[in-house]
């Protein structure tokens, strides 16, 4: 199942919500801006066209110097709703007139709101704009009052007029200074501002339901039937198809994606028919192979007895022709008569030859037969070290004869392997027999053993400083009946009898050797033997 967090359809529907969202938020508050500003600018014009107003009714009054039609003309439009002060004060600052009497009399602060636009800037009075002579102050009730200036110019009438003249080089003979109430404007603009935002959010919710809904059936329906087909398939059901979803482009993947499908689904047939008859050709081909190598390994097997045959009717027919050679001469000494003691002692010596003759023909076929017959083993829990001690006891006077010098290195934690003693013993005693052999005139021989924890095997190492053996003579050392000794002194059956013993116990033999460096033996024995191993009854 899908997180929410990765549906296409949420991802997509929340950049489209939250897009609008931020639009319609920004239009709101612009479109808010501005008809605050609207506003304002009206009620700044509204305020304008009031002191002008004022100005204009109170001219003819001031310009005859009526003070009390001017105080009542100011009082009665100062009392109209909207209106918060109005007064009259002269370019010195003395209120002269104001609908709150209690200012009457009084001089204005200079630094507070209602002056700051004169005396700030560094032009006349005269030539301020209307944004200069207005101010936007809070009053102590907390309502925010706009405050409009301006001056009452010096006109050629008011210079001029009989009952009270002014200088005419006086420019601005004071201020009017009209204070509107802006508390119904901002109880206006409050009210549009809250219909703004609330129209404003309907609109968002129901733009976003109607994308929510064209989302939730134009891509997140199409997309899960395009998910659930894919996982189909996936899990190898190629049967399945996506029914129809539109025109659009997620409809025409559909239609890619069945026909994807039905390719796979061909192209799977024929890879299965493609197998089958691999399968057959390989079944044939097996059997063929199988025959061939079954004709192989006879013809093999054919040639291998067929050498051993000549090897051994080569082994056995020098003896025997000794052996028939003085049997003739017994027989005719014989015939002649053995009264004599020289001949009787030459037919002694002569049943000595054919004794010893027969004997080496009775060796040669013991130890064929004990190459060609395994021989079961008994296996049981046997110290190597220990087997290791009685072949070099056995060989220790053959050693001492050719001042052969022992260097012997045994591990003392190598722990008891499972093996046969006797058998053990033998192969190791060959592989001793030979070292010794290698060096009749002396040198130092290494027996070194060790134990592999890692793959709980014991090792043996033979070492001699013979003469080495030459590469072309150490692929063939194993083969029956191959040795390199003078004749009679071996059969060339020590090393594969030896080699056999190793690999019944499931274990290896191998030879490092250099010329004239000599030539190392490691034999290679399981702490367990292998389940296949054949054991004595």
Not at 130 to 135: F, G, S
Not at 158 to 168: D, E, Q, R, T, V
Request: charged share 25%.
């Amino acid at each position: 199942m899908l997180r929410i967090a990765d549906s296409l359809a949420i991802k997509l529907t929340a950049c489209v919500v939250g897009g609008m969202a931020l639009l319609f938020s920004i239009y709101g508050y612009w479109n808010l801006r501005l008809w605050r500003q609207s506003q304002q600018e009206a009620g700044f014009q509204s305020a304008d066209n009031i002191s002008e107003t004022i100005r204009r009714s109170i001219r003819y009054s001031m310009l005859r110097n009526e003070r009390e039609e001017v105080f009542h003309i100011i009082n009665t439009i100062g009392h109209e709703n909207g209106i918060s002060r109005i007064r009259i004060f002269n370019k010195e600052g003395k209120i002269s007139f104001s609908t709150d009497d209690q200012e009457v009399g009084r001089f204005v602060d200079k630094n507070a709101e209602a002056c700051y636009a004169c005396h700030a800037k560094a032009q006349p009075l005269s030539r301020l704009g209307r944004p200069d002579r207005m101010r936007i102050y809070t009053a102590r009730d907390g309502t925010r009052v706009l405050g409009l200036i301006r001056p009452i110019e010096n006109e050629p009438d008011c210079s001029n007029a009989a009952c009270h003249s002014h200088a005419s080089d006086s420019q601005v003979l004071g201020v009017l200074d009209t204070n509107v109430s802006l508390a119904a404007m901002d109880v206006a603009v409050a009210r549009h501002e809250r219909r703004a935002v609330a129209f404003t959010a309907a609109a968002l919710l129901v733009v976003s339901l109607f994308t929510i809904w064209l989302i939730w059936f134009t891509v997140h329906k199409p997309v899960r039937k395009l998910t659930k087909a894919t996982r189909a398939v996936a899990q190898g059901n190629l049967d399945y198809l996506v029914p129809d979803i539109g025109h659009d482009e997620i409809g025409s993947l559909a239609v890619s994606f069945n026909q994807m499908t039905q390719e796979l689904k061909k192209a799977q047939a024929e890879n299965r028919q493609w197998t089958e008859t691999l399968e057959d050709r390989v079944r044939q081909k097996t059997g063929e192979l199988e025959r061939a190598y079954r004709s192989l390994t006879q013809s093999e097997k054919m040639a291998s007895l067929g050498k051993l045959a000549a090897v051994v009717a080569h082994e056995i027919n020098n003896p025997l022709a000794g052996i028939l050679t003085y049997s003739k001469l017994i027989a005719r000494m014989a015939d002649k008569g053995l009264g004599d003691e020289r001949r009787l002692a030459d037919a002694k010596n002569y049943l000595q030859i054919i004794e010893g003759e027969s004997r080496r023909c009775g060796g040669i076929v013991k130890n064929l037969l004990t190459f060609a017959r395994q021989t079961p083993i008994n296996p049981q829990k046997n110290d190597l070290n220990a087997i290791i001690e009685r072949c070099l006891l056995l060989v220790r006077h053959q050693m001492d004869l050719q001042s052969i010098e022992l260097e012997k290195k045994l591990d003392a934690q190598l722990p008891p392997l499972y093996c046969d003693a006797g058998q053990v013993q033998q192969a190791l005693l060959v592989i001793l027999m030979n070292a010794v052999d290698a060096m009749p005139q002396g040198g130092r021989l290494g027996v070194e053993s060790s134990y592999d924890a890692p793959h709980r095997q014991g090792h043996v190492v033979i070492r001699d400083e013979g003469p080495g053996i030459p590469p072309d003579v150490l692929a063939h050392i194993f083969e029956p009946f191959f040795t390199t000794k003078e004749e009679g002194k071996g059969t060339g059956l020590g090393l594969p009898i030896a080699l056999g013993i190793v690999q019944q116990h499931g274990g290896t033999i191998d030879v490092n050797s250099h010329p004239q460096k000599g030539t190392a033996f490691t034999v290679t024995l399981p702490e367990e033997p292998p389940v296949n191993i054949s054991t004595a009854a």
